[in-house]
């Protein structure tokens, strides 16, 4: 599966048959990304996609230095099960 960045759009996303999937955050300054919501086409959902969103997310996260405030109840339930990805948590959210 392939996810792709839209900086302009500030998010990312992946389409596949059946649907799409897209991460939204925002930028608000330098070395800060809040990952504000990740929706995926009801067709799709529980099948994995909207963790492959956020884990392409982390990994352009992690290539740019930026540390990750998640507002998705979602996407904050992920790291909590990807402890390997904490690190990228802003220190106010560890």
Request: hydrophobic fraction near 40%; glycine fraction near 10%.
């Amino acid at each position: 599966m392939n996810v792709e960045h839209d900086p302009a759009g500030r998010r990312f996303m992946t389409r596949v048959p059946g649907g799409e999937g897209v991460l939204t955050y925002t930028a608000p300054v330098p070395g800060i990304l809040i990952f504000e919501d990740v929706e995926v086409s009801p067709a799709l959902r529980g099948k994995g996609l909207a963790g492959q969103i956020v884990e392409a997310a982390c990994r352009h996260a992690r290539a740019t230095g930026a540390r990750v405030i998640p507002t998705c109840p979602y996407i904050a339930w992920w790291f909590r099960q990807h402890s390997e990805q904490q690190d990228l948590l802003a220190p106010s959210e560890k």
